[in-house]
């Protein structure tokens, strides 16, 4: 079965500083793609990054990059350069592709980041 | 370009009533996708149509289902509304099914 997950609930960095937040996955689907979104306290959720994979290079996306280590099922995000306005709920999630739960996306629970000036 | 759309914005609703929401996706996207976020809580995969088609759905009662439209904007019924269905619900949309996913704004549908 499909699972993500999130294990730290909250996390602190300093305004500037980059910051780190884990994600671990498990599928048995050879192809999936992996995603970050943020969710502010207005309740949208916002698209920050995408790897499939089957893609060797890590995904970036300005001061966001994915850290994706297959073997190790993790696909963590990389914040650089915090700013206040990244306080917000992350979460990771998996689609896979081909096997009974294509197209069905699995969340993680979130991080709640929270950047301190 | 516009991004998902999604309407209403709130809903109120009694018990054992229907609520109906709306989504239109991004333009070219052919793969929407429904969730709800009950408060505080994770994302939970609903339904996902393709192609007009309900390709997939999630750990739902039946009294929760919905359609996609020729024009790939999609539909989300619940009948029978108990307090527990409470909850922001979530549409996004992709290019096909490996695509990157765009969320709506949401609707908050609140049973009371």
């Known amino acids: 079965a499909q699972k993500i997950t999130q294990t730290q609930p909250g996390m602190f960095v300093q305004e500037k500083e980059a910051v780190t937040l884990d994600c671990t996955y498990d599928?048995?689907?050879?192809?999936?793609?992996l995603f970050w979104y943020k969710q502010p306290s207005s309740g949208e959720m916002i698209f920050l990054i995408y790897q499939g994979s089957y893609d060797e290079q890590n995904a970036t996306e300005g001061r966001y990059s994915l850290n994706f280590q297959k073997a190790r099922k993790s696909a963590n995000l990389v914040i650089s350069a915090s700013q206040l306005g990244d306080s917000a709920m992350y979460f990771c999630a998996m689609r896979e592709r081909h096997n009974t739960n294509a197209g069905k996306s699995t969340f993680g629970d979130g991080t709640t980041l929270t950047v301190k000036p | 370009e516009a991004g998902v759309t999604q309407s209403p914005t709130h809903l109120i609703k009694t018990r054992g009533q229907q609520a109906t929401l709306r989504c239109s996706p991004i333009s070219g996207h052919t793969s929407v996708y429904w969730y709800q976020q009950a408060l505080g809580l994770g994302l939970q995969f609903l339904l996902w149509y393709d192609e007009g088609e309900e390709r997939n759905r999630g750990n739902f009662p039946p009294r929760f289902s919905g359609r996609q439209f020729p024009n790939y904007s999609s539909e989300l019924n619940v009948n029978a509304l108990e307090l527990e269905d409470s909850a922001l619900y979530l549409c996004?949309?992709?290019f096909g099914t490996g695509g990157s996913a765009f969320f709506g704004q949401g609707t908050r549908l609140t049973v009371v």
């Open positions: 599928t048995s689907d050879q192809s999936y793609g």
């Open positions: 996004a949309s992709s």
